[in-house]
């Protein structure tokens, strides 16, 4: 995960009387006024499931070989919460008593889940002398100081090197943790002398509903006046997005008692986990609620071999399987567009912390979209789902945080572990088809195991790793196509005219590619000479069979602007998938695909859109890498 600048965070507060979080500052069972949650940004935290607390459990045992650890730092009958902070992989800061304890990060290296005690955690281990600790005369310590064992007063050192040690002083107050290494210990993290904050109150969900009672029930006011007042200002059906999530739950709830009845919308990808298809289900028939699926079929595994992979900087998938299959769903259910509810939280990412509550679908202009839960933090949704006394989907008592397809290149290899311990059947399907890729293209079985097909443009980070791993990447992939450019060189000829050569390393298929280039100009084919030209408001193009194409226009940026233009029309003819996106985008229904699209000269006004919508034309175009050479 990239570190992320967030300009807010959520206001959660504790109270130290109850033991329990709130969404306002003043608890409503004892009336105090809580102390505001010290947290990495924007505070997201989640309570702990049973299945989260085992994972930290196991982890912290991993870590000190030493159950006494483990009570000192989880007390079974309290609320615990997890907060996702920046790291590597998958990683979470644990909070008890208000208090941030540690951190539980997975070592995508091993493939282990590892706890580290941060100020609270690292108090409480000094105070009861559990895990590793050490005890030294210094009562200041700096980052990256090397401690040898001769200043160790008293402790419990490690038995084997890499190990986390906590450093403490005299008067028993944590200062820092270590690095057990080389007979050494190596300060990784250092802080102001600290004591513990133990809050011996017990406590539990259903206590902090009760602390947060009045906050759910002005939360649930707010919600449901803002969906009233949206649905009176946009006089269009109503339409529930649900995924079978938790905040596509909270909004389906708070559209059931806005007395906003519309139908359910669910998109089955192909790629959601068999709990999730069987839960929406089973919500419509419980809700009473008629449920419509936009379905992407198996779109995923047909169009793999075309496009490849998907990465986070390459994501096809996400119009293959989600945009495509909800604009043929919504046209036809919703032919004059739709007021859609949707579960959409700022608190999510940094894109979703800039929209806005209500704003339009530009695939579905005459739609408007608009989420009653904007400003809520992930503790909002859990307390208002369990007060609703609605059963969330099975997946998070299990340990999955977020929902969606199983094989998303967002998730972190903490995920995809999870799946596969799930779903080992899904997962070896899918592992199988990226070693099979990989191995085609000359990449290592630790390209896949570490996960590095997630990027075309593989980050910082996990460049580091892979060095650490002594693995070989690229900076550029584009091994992904079915076709690249191998040479493209631009020169000026004559009279201010400007022509631009390019090769490709497959041959052009003429045939389908004349259906297509009427989008951009006037189209001469001379099939007996494998020739086609096209000819433009500001340019002249010829393609031959061979894959050479050439455009002559008015300067370099106009060629580049034809080139790329050309080269999407290539791409939609030579490898369309059959979405039918271009069918449904197009104005005046210009376009038929059978084998490949094929547009109606007279009909078509070239207004791009076809183009612009197209996932074979977008997304490859972006990574077929090319420079004008002069």
């Keep these: ?82 907060n ?68 160790v007063i008293d402790g419990e050192i490690p038995d084997q090197e890499g190990k986390i040690i ?49 906050a759910l029930e002005n939360l649930e006011k707010r919600s449901i006046a803002f969906i009233s007042k949206v649905s009176k200002d946009y006089d269009k059906p109503i339409c529930i997005s649900f995924s079978g999530g938790k905040d596509s739950l909270a909004t389906l709830i708070l559209s059931i008692q806005a007395g906003a009845y519309g139908k359910m919308l669910f998109n089955d990808t192909g790629l959601e986990l068999p709990e999730t298809v069987s839960y929406v289900d089973e919500i419509s028939k419980k809700l009473g609620i008629e449920l419509i699926k936009a379905d992407a079929g198996k779109s995923f595994w047909e169009s793999l071999d075309i496009f490849g992979p998907p990465a986070r900087d390459y994501r096809w998938c996400c119009k293959m399987c989600k945009l495509i299959p909800i604009l043929k769903t919504m046209k036809n259910e919703y032919p004059n ?53 609605i059963d969330p989907n099975p997946l998070y008592q299990i340990g999955f945080d977020r929902l969606g397809c199983w094989l998303c290149p967002s998730c972190e290899l903490a995920e995809f572990k999870l799946v596969k311990e799930v779903h080992p059947e899904l997962w070896s399907e899918w592992e199988n088809k990226l ?40 900076e550029v992939d584009s091994r992904r196509l079915p076709t690249k450019i191998i040479e493209i060189i631009g020169h000026s000829p004559c009279q201010g005219k400007y022509s631009v050569e390019a090769k490709l390393d497959v041959k052009i298929n003429l045939d389908s590619i004349k259906d297509v280039l009427p989008i951009i100009g006037e189209v001469k084919y001379s099939k007996k000479l494998n020739i086609l030209t096209v000819n433009m408001k500001e340019a002249n193009a010829t393609l031959t069979s061979n894959g050479q194409i050439t455009i002559i226009t008015e300067s370099e940026e106009k060629a580049e602007e034809y080139m790329t233009n050309i080269l999407k029309a290539i791409l939609r003819g030579m490898y369309c998938v059959k979405c039918n996106s271009c069918e449904y985008v197009c104005p005046t229904q210009s376009i038929k695909i059978e084998d490949h699209p094929s547009i109606d000269n007279e009909k078509c006004i070239r207004c791009g859109k076809c183009q612009s919508n197209c996932p074979i034309a977008e997304y490859m175009s972006k990574i077929m890498i090319w420079r004008i050479k002069q």
Aim: charged letters at 30%; aromatic letters at 10%.
């Design 166 to 214: 906590v450093i403490g002083t005299q008067e028993g107050k944590s200062i820092g943790v270590g690095e057990y290494i080389g007979n050494q210990i190596k300060v990784i993290k250092a802080w102001e002398p600290q004591t513990t904050h133990i809050i011996r109150e017990k406590s539990n969900i259903q206590k902090a509903i009760k602390a947060n009672m009045n």
């Design 84 to 151: 996702k902070i920046p790291h590597i992989d998958q990683a979470d800061e644990i909070i008890i008593d208000g208090r941030v304890i540690g951190q539980i990060y997975f070592n995508p290296k091993i493939g282990v889940w590892r706890f580290k005690p941060v100020e609270e955690g690292s108090a409480r281990i000094i105070a009861n002398t559990s895990g590793y600790w050490c005890i030294i005369k210094r009562r200041r310590i700096e980052k990256w100081d090397r401690i040898s064992l001769s200043e």
């Design 337 to 389: 567009g739709s007021l859609t509810l949707v579960g959409q939280r700022k608190y999510e990412s940094l894109t979703r912390a800039k929209s806005q509550s209500i704003w339009k679908n530009k695939w579905l202009p005459d739609s408007i979209n608009a989420s009653p839960i904007m400003d809520w933090s992930a503790l909002h949704v859990w307390l208002y789902i369990f007060w609703s006394k």
């Design 435 to 474: 070693y099979e890729w990989a191995m085609k293209r000359g990449y290592s079985r630790e390209w896949v195991d570490m996960g590095l097909w997630r990027w075309i443009k593989i980050p910082g980070d996990q460049r580091k790793l892979a060095k650490e791993m002594k693995m070989e990447i690229e």
């Design 1 to 82: 995960m990239k570190n992320r600048i967030w300009r807010e965070k959520a206001e959660i507060y504790w109270c130290k009387n109850c033991n329990v979080p709130l969404i306002t500052p003043k608890c409503e069972i004892c009336g105090e006024i809580g102390r505001r949650l010290n947290a990495t940004p924007p505070i997201d935290a989640r309570p702990a499931f049973q299945e989260d607390i085992k994972r930290i459990i196991k982890a912290i045992l991993r870590e000190f070989k030493d159950e006494k650890a483990v009570k000192t730092l989880i007390e079974r009958d309290k609320i615990v919460l997890l």
